[in-house]
């Protein structure tokens, strides 16, 4: 198949992780409760926190928005690996060699902690060992290489520099990390919700957290049922934390999306997990179904709602794979969303220290899987202990993240010109939308976003994010409504993808009046 016919894509992206499994259909939160812990979010870090904290009796129950492990755990591309590109020098040059320290054997440990809970529940899903390898085709990257293979090695892991790489990728150097793994993230966590389930946590779902407050020792959390959750702790685990009134997160997180490619290729994928370490990212692993091998093509990335035309992303991709690969075909692509933090290291452990009961993870920037089976064992120690071995690289409130002040200026500053640039941006006056269009519009003042679908319907939607207030861009490639600021997504109708916003767009303008306008002139 040629380029141009891979790149004319006749369905919409949707993830393999979620097209290979059930779809769950937990209950809806009806009444109000009372536990000892309740953990806001069901992706990985909220199953496995809740699997760690019932084996110590306690009382928990899991609220999550739409359906578990359906968002960003349900779009990841599952690699088990403590190579966070080249973090471990950086780590040690800005904060340590003990925190280097702490942050290796974290990773290292959560790949034994998941072979470990896989083989004590009897749990089948798609665990292979895989060598980790990140390679560069630049002259600069080589000493940051060497540099990392050595602190990397002097911290435990098991690495060292090769000079090729089984592509016709021409390549100046690379390192591998030994012992590594690859897995499928649903097959493991839906059984595993299984079984918490039966063991009494309850999972609550289509049951979204909008507001959390302190009351007589205890957090109340409230959904738009009108139910609430009353519990003594929680673990705020639903990627960027919807809860603004302390530790000011919305300005120590900026959040990327990254584009994924699984294509059937004439050749044999010869093993490994690899990514280079230059712009613009490029990531390859294999993926075995049950109609055969295929191969994650992963990379590019932009802030969420800051991408330009979407589509270009992914067409970037299938260039990339075609130098690699013959590709036969592409039956599956995707798209995923990250939480990056102004140093790199995620957040986990107390939401602030001055909230001794409330608890957080998040921020893992493109390292998800180690990182959220290590927060799980975190928080389980600070919560039985108040004490974790990796407590301090992890801390949120940590001292080191001061040595960030520059991105921290940079990223607030993108945030305040998207929120500036969004009031003021030019708006088409022609106002023609075709079928499976989208764009921001204005009619007589007033702003409205607009999709028509296939059928001819018009949906229309306020475009200010219901977050913090920002204007929302149209994603062709996703069909959604994207924010700029920090990331919330919405889909074509107003419903929410992806927080942090906890209330969807409405539309309480003239609606006749947009419609009749556009399709007069449509």
Not at 151 to 159: D, N, Q, R, V
Not at 224 to 243: C, L, M, N, R, T
Not at 284 to 295: A, F, K, M, V, Y
Request: negative net charge.
């Amino acid at each position: 198949m040629d380029v141009k016919e891979l790149k004319q894509f006749k369905n919409l992206p949707a993830s393999y992780w979620l097209l290979s499994t059930n779809k769950t259909n937990y209950p809806t939160l009806d009444k109000n409760t009372n536990v000892d812990i309740a953990i806001i979010g069901g992706g990985i870090v909220g199953i496995l926190c809740a699997y760690q904290l019932q084996k110590e009796g306690f009382n928990i129950a899991i609220l999550e928005s739409g359906n578990i492990l359906e968002s960003t755990t349900g779009h990841t591309t599952a690699k088990l690996t403590s190579q966070h590109s080249l973090i471990y020098d950086k780590i040690k040059s800005q904060m340590g060699n003990e925190l280097a320290q702490q942050y290796a054997t974290a990773n290292e440990t959560a790949i034994t902690e998941l072979q470990k809970i896989m083989k004590e529940n009897n749990i089948d899903c798609d665990y292979s060992n895989q060598s980790a390898f990140i390679y560069t085709q630049e002259d600069s990257y080589v000493k940051k290489l060497e540099k990392e293979v050595k602190t990397a090695s002097s911290l435990g892991i098991k690495a060292h520099l090769i000079d090729e790489i089984p592509f016709s990728i021409p390549i100046k150097s690379a390192m591998v990390f030994e012992n590594q793994a690859q897995f499928h993230p649903r097959k493991f966590l839906l059984s595993l919700a299984e079984k918490i389930s039966n063991k009494g946590v309850q999972i609550f779902e289509r049951s979204r957290a909008i507001e959390l407050e302190e009351e007589n020792n205890k957090y109340v959390i409230n959904t738009p049922q009108g139910k609430k959750i009353i519990a003594e702790k929680v673990i705020i685990a639903s990627h960027y934390p919807f809860y603004n009134k302390k530790a000011m997160y919305y300005s120590r997180i900026y959040v990327q999306r990254s584009y994924i490619l699984a294509i059937k290729a004439k050749e044999k994928y010869p093993g490994g997990m690899y990514i280079n370490a230059e712009d613009p990212p490029r990531s390859l692993r294999s993926l075995p179904t049950e109609n055969g091998e295929l191969i994650l093509v992963v990379g590019e990335n932009h802030k969420t709602g800051q991408g330009k035309d979407t589509s270009k992303y992914y067409e970037s991709l299938v260039d990339f794979a075609n130098e690699v690969f013959t590709v036969e075909s592409i039956p599956y692509r995707w798209s995923t969303q990250d939480c990056m933090t102004l140093d790199g290291l995620p957040y986990v452990g107390h939401f602030d220290s001055e909230t001794p009961n409330l608890y957080i993870a998040t921020g893992f920037g493109k390292w998800g899987m180690t990182n959220s089976i290590a927060s799980s064992m975190i928080l389980r120690d600070l919560i039985i202990n108040n004490e974790s071995p990796w407590k301090d690289v992890y801390n949120p409130s940590r001292k080191t993240i001061a040595s960030s002040t520059k991105n921290f200026i940079v990223q607030n500053a993108n945030v305040a010109s998207q929120l500036i640039d969004g009031k003021l941006s030019n708006l088409p006056e022609k106002i023609d939308i075709h079928p499976g269009e989208g764009k921001v519009i204005e009619v007589d003042g007033e702003r409205a976003g607009a999709f028509r679908d296939e059928d001819g319907k018009l949906h229309l939607v306020n475009t200010t994010c219901t977050h913090m207030g920002c204007e929302l861009n149209w994603n062709s490639a996703e069909r959604s409504w994207d924010c700029p600021c920090h990331g919330s997504r919405f889909t074509y109708k107003g419903e929410i993808i992806q927080g942090p916003a906890v209330k969807p767009l409405s539309f309480d303008r003239d609606v006749n009046t947009f419609k009749k306008l556009i399709d007069e002139d449509f």
